[in-house]
Each structure stands twice: as structure tokens, then as C-alpha cells.
């Protein structure tokens, strides 16, 4: 299907592919599906296909001992697709765990996400503390098999990596075959998260997005 962006394969690695303001649906879900995803800088959205790109393994996230005890414990537990605006606001509220800081995640984009979550295309992964406190999050869009994870954030120590452990078990028992973390930093490394080319990332992408798939909610194990 002709999208409406240009060929992401086109674009510098490095740079912006497009500016524009559209965050309805349709475009949100054309830009995902062909590698795209915006990041608005001072105000403006642009529209971005970084090469390279990374992306977690699903059978590949990298568990620390530390991270073992810790999951072991019964300190946190999991849920998803119950407290979504509620995700979405601690990622824009605290720094992430990624690349971007919290300043991208406008009013405009909240609620862009919500209109997709809405439809059934945005999830996340709440991780709660033992008194039922939200102390960390993931969220990201899903179109066929592949999810895009767009912000995670955490109030306490290693929830986002929890968070992101339990996506990508979801993802795994899902039928999902990509999980896209967008761009490669040292935190994503170490969790396992590999650096991809773009011309390799759009061929998993297009395999993936071809095959169906569905998003596990409820709580975790």
C-alpha cells in the first residue's frame, strides 16, 4: 500500500524525514507501518526513520542477577492496557529510559495515543509496587506482528526494566515477531536491544506488519 510519507529508505540516517503536524490515526498508523515515527523538536513535529535502528530480541532481553532477585521477590507486578493515559503521563512527566527525554510527549501526542489506544493499536504495560502505586511503564503502538515501543519510565529502581521484560514476554506469547525500540543507546543495550540497519529493519518490519497478531492484556505472571 502507497504511503504518505517519502521512502523512508530515502532518508538521512540522521536527520528528519518530514515535518508536519498531522496526528490523526490513519497518518500515525501509515507512518508505523513503514518504519516512520514523529518526534516533535521545539515545538514541531518531524517525522523520523533513524538508521541505524534497534530492536529487542524477543527471545534476547537480557536479564541481570540483580534483575533476577528482583523479579523473584514479588515486588512489583504487572498489568496492561488498564491505566494507559496514566503511562503515557509518567513518561512525559520523568525522563525515559531511551534517547528522547520527556519533553516530546506534548499534549497533541498524549493524545494521539490515546485516540490509538482507543482503537485497539496503542497498549502498554503498567508495573505496580506492593501498595498498588504505579512506579513504572511502556507503552507503544502495535500494527499487525510488529510493536513499535515509543517511552518507558520508572519511579523506582529497575520498574521500567520490568516493564519492558513483561512487554516483550506479551509480545512473544502475542505472535508478535518485531519489537522496535527506535534508537540505540547504552541502556537499551544492556537490556539486550541490538542495532539494525534501516534497509534490514524495513524488511522485518514489512514481514511483520503482515502477520497477525494481538496484544496479551490482564496481569502478568
Same mark, same amino acid.
Given at each position: 500500500? +502507497?504511503?504518505?510519507?517519502p521512502?523512508?529508505?530515502?532518508?538521512p540516517?540522521?536527520a528528519?524525514?518530514?515535518?508536519?503536524e498531522?496526528? =490523526?490515526? =490513519?497518518?500515525?498508523? =501509515? /507512518?508505523?507501518?513503514?518504519?516512520?515515527f514523529?518526534?516533535?523538536?521545539d515545538?514541531?513535529?518531524?517525522?523520523?526513520?533513524?538508521?541505524?535502528? /534497534?530492536?529487542?530480541?524477543?527471545?534476547?532481553v537480557?536479564?541481570s542477577?540483580?534483575?533476577?532477585r528482583t523479579?523473584r521477590?514479588?515486588w512489583f507486578? $504487572? $498489568?496492561a492496557?488498564?491505566?494507559?493515559? &496514566?503511562v503515557?503521563?509518567?513518561c512525559?512527566?520523568?525522563?525515559?529510559? @531511551?534517547?528522547?527525554?520527556s519533553?516530546?510527549i $506534548?499534549?497533541?501526542?498524549r493524545?494521539a495515543?490515546?485516540?490509538? %489506544?482507543?482503537?485497539?493499536?496503542? %497498549?502498554?504495560?503498567?508495573?505496580?509496587?506492593?501498595?498498588?502505586g504505579?512506579v513504572?511503564?511502556?507503552?507503544?503502538?502495535?500494527? @499487525?506482528g510488529?510493536?513499535m515501543g515509543?517511552?518507558?519510565f %520508572?519511579?523506582? $529502581?529497575?520498574?521500567?526494566?520490568? &516493564?519492558?521484560?513483561?512487554?516483550?514476554?506479551r509480545?512473544?506469547?502475542?505472535?508478535?515477531t518485531?519489537f522496535?525500540?527506535?534508537?540505540?543507546?547504552a541502556?537499551?543495550t #544492556?537490556?539486550g /536491544?541490538?542495532?539494525? #540497519?534501516r534497509h534490514?529493519?524495513?524488511?522485518l518490519? +514489512?514481514?511483520?506488519?503482515?502477520?497477525?497478531a494481538?496484544?496479551?492484556? @490482564?496481569?502478568?505472571?
Amino acid at each position: 500500500m +502507497a504511503s504518505r510519507f517519502p521512502d523512508p529508505s530515502r532518508a538521512p540516517g540522521d536527520a528528519p524525514l518530514a515535518r508536519g503536524e498531522q496526528l =490523526d490515526p =490513519d497518518t500515525l498508523i =501509515d /507512518a508505523y507501518a513503514h518504519g516512520i515515527f514523529p518526534w516533535p523538536v521545539d515545538g514541531d513535529v518531524y517525522w523520523w526513520s533513524p538508521d541505524p535502528r /534497534a530492536v529487542i530480541p524477543l527471545d534476547g532481553v537480557r536479564v541481570s542477577r540483580s534483575l533476577r532477585r528482583t523479579l523473584r521477590s514479588g515486588w512489583f507486578r $504487572t $498489568t496492561a492496557d488498564t491505566a494507559f493515559d &496514566a503511562v503515557v503521563a509518567g513518561c512525559a512527566d520523568r525522563p525515559g529510559d @531511551g534517547a528522547r527525554d520527556s519533553t516530546w510527549i $506534548t499534549p497533541a501526542m498524549r493524545a494521539a495515543y490515546g485516540s490509538l %489506544h482507543a482503537m485497539g493499536m496503542a %497498549h502498554c504495560v503498567e508495573v505496580w509496587d506492593r501498595d498498588g502505586g504505579l512506579v513504572g511503564g511502556l507503552y507503544g503502538v502495535a500494527v @499487525g506482528g510488529a510493536f513499535m515501543g515509543e517511552s518507558m519510565f %520508572h519511579r523506582v $529502581t529497575d520498574a521500567s526494566k520490568v &516493564a519492558l521484560i513483561d512487554t516483550a514476554r506479551r509480545l512473544r506469547a502475542g505472535g508478535f515477531t518485531l519489537f522496535d525500540a527506535q534508537l540505540p543507546t547504552a541502556h537499551l543495550t #544492556s537490556l539486550g /536491544a541490538v542495532s539494525t #540497519s534501516r534497509h534490514d529493519y524495513l524488511d522485518l518490519l +514489512a514481514d511483520a506488519v503482515s502477520r497477525p497478531a494481538e496484544f496479551p492484556g @490482564g496481569p502478568g505472571p
